[in-house]
């Protein structure tokens, strides 16, 4: 029922379009052919081939105009995109009027007078309406990717936040200040250690908090001061997988990996019996980080979801490539697109 309510509420919107094409080429239709206005029998056939003409155009030229932009955006190929446009609708014009113009010649007898004048006249009254279209659609494609950038900033600006927040948390820093406390006792080398990489894994938050897009090298680098920390809390329950990468050239927003890192650590059990397995590695395109399932019975985080699409919403602005959630398995993987 709703398919056929669709359908017929697209016929009646084409039929409403239709008429009102019509509408605006009556007046064209003088400016056409002056002299056939002398002949009142000629009316009738003047308006109708008016029509047909001006309909025929107008609805043709603007699929031609929803083909080319299918694979050319006014904002991101905008000269590529006008002499595309230009081209397309003078062939289209040309074809549509030669054929127009010999099927009232050989059905109807009737005859339009010269081809020559007539596609110029036609070339010509399609180029200024396409250039009066095409202005509405650059203007609005414009508008859509400034409302567009304007979210962006924001989900930029809550993201950082939400990576800041969750690094910096007082249970971070409560369970690595208790970890050093023990380690000092124990292992005073180790300890030393142990702050050296804290005060990296808060430097380059600190540093990263303003960027877009950060090198994958550093990325992995920060990965592994912030598992260094973990791994001293977690020992051997907590089992750490990379495999050798290519990470020069290619980046990803900051902070997502240690996200990702932080999401595996927070919502499964870790303990010898049932130790956390993490596999990072690197894969067509992507960066993929792939932890076993083993979850604690516990209230779904929201800010676990927040970050997830915090991450998916910045990728959108980058690059068209999805990023990956899947859980299935018994394991739990997020792939990141990586950006050259």
Known sequence: MIGIVSKKSFWVKQLKEIGVIILISLPFAFVSCPDCFKNPEHLGWVFFI??????TLWKGNSYVADLIDTRYYWVKYPVKRLMLGILGHVIYTCIAIVCIFYALEYLFDISMGNIKNILTYSVVF????SLILY??????????????????????ISSKYESLKNQVNPHFLFNSLNAL?????????????FIKKLSDVYRYVLESRDKDLEELEMELKFA??????????????LQVSKQ????????????????????????NIISEDE???IDIYQE???????NNLQKKNIIKSESSEMGLANIKARYSFFTEHPVIIDDSDHKFTVGLPLLK
């Open 224 to 237: 592994e001061s912030y598992l260094f920390l973990q791994k001293i809390r977690y020992s051997d329950s």
């Open 181 to 193: 406390t023990n380690l000092v006792y124990e292992d005073q080398d180790q300890a030393v250690k």
């Open 275 to 277: 130790p956390l397995q």
């Open 50 to 55: 008016n029509s047909i003409a001006w309909v």
């Open 244 to 267: 050798k990468m290519e990470p020069k050239g290619v980046r990803i927003p900051p902070l997502s990996i240690q996200m990702l890192l932080e999401n595996a650590i927070k919502h």
């Open 126 to 129: 399609t180029m200024l309406i």
């Open 284 to 290: 067509g395109g992507y960066l993929f980080v792939v």
């Open 135 to 156: 202005s509405v659609s650059f203007l609005r494609s414009w508008r859509e990717l400034a409302v567009e950038s304007e979210r962006m900033k924001k989900e930029v």
